[in-house]
T-cell receptor, first 117, second 116 residues
């Protein structure tokens, strides 16, 4: 059974296009995240949602808009794609986001490899 | 603010040799520390985590890490490397949840190469 799944696995598109990446988790978790991994393998958090509410927004350009229709899904829509958006995007989830001061494990999806030409 | 430094972007060991991947952290509060492994073209898999229960943490696949507060380190070790250990390893730190979300800060990763 897949815990955190992402679609598509690969995405090749032209500059200026709009694209979406979907993420679903069947772990019953309340909190979901989007991370970006650049060409040098550096991983950085972009967004976090808890029960459909935006909690973390790490100075990501407005062209990136996350949407959470329910707590099991967190989609990422990207407008006007740029060359610099080429990266691997990882979705993750954690049980409740944690009691204040407690750190729960985050479970990662397989990643979506985005290439902007 | 929290941060992680992984010394050595690339480590090469012989099969059967000791694996040592270094991680130093910076945190304003007692940290939570993680090691994740990423195999080629795959997502991140949790190897082990430190949550203050014990300073020596054992993980999957024979890996372990020791939390040393005095050295602000959380180095990952394995007594005997196997070819299947070849992957990218990431150290991550968190200062804990705000109650609704938590922020992991990752190091830049160390690529482990295992040779015959």
């Amino acid at each position: 059974d897949t815990a955190v799944s992402q679609t598509p696995k690969y995405l090749v598109t032209q500059m200026g296009n709009d694209k979406s990446i979907k993420c679903e988790q069947n772990l019953g978790h309340d909190t979901m995240y989007w991370y970006k991994q650049d060409s040098k393998k550096f991983l950085k958090i972009m967004f976090s949602y808890n029960n459909k509410e935006l909690i973390i927004n790490e100075t990501v350009p407005n062209r990136f808009s996350p949407k959470s229709p329910d707590k099991a899904h967190l989609n990422l829509h990207i407008n006007s794609l740029e060359l610099g958006d080429s990266a691997v995007y990882f979705c993750a989830s954690s049980p409740t986001g944690g009691l204040a001061g407690v750190q729960e494990t985050q479970y990662f999806g397989p990643g979506t490899r985005l290439l902007v030409l | 603010a929290q941060s992680v430094t992984q010394l050595g972007s690339h480590v090469s060991v012989s099969e059967g040799a000791l694996v040592l991947l270094r991680c130093n952290y910076s945190s304003s509060v007692p940290p939570y520390l993680f090691w994740y492994v990423q195999y080629p073209n795959q997502g991140l898999q949790l190897l082990l985590k430190y949550t203050s229960a014990a300073t020596l943490v054992k993980g999957i696949n024979g890996f372990e890490a020791e939390f040393k507060k005095s050295e602000t380190s959380f180095h990952l070790t394995k007594p005997s490397a196997h070819m299947s250990d070849a992957a990218e390893y990431f150290c991550a730190v968190s200062e804990g949840s705000t109650g609704t979300a938590s922020k992991l800060t990752f190091g830049t990763g160390t690529r482990l190469q295992v040779t015959l």
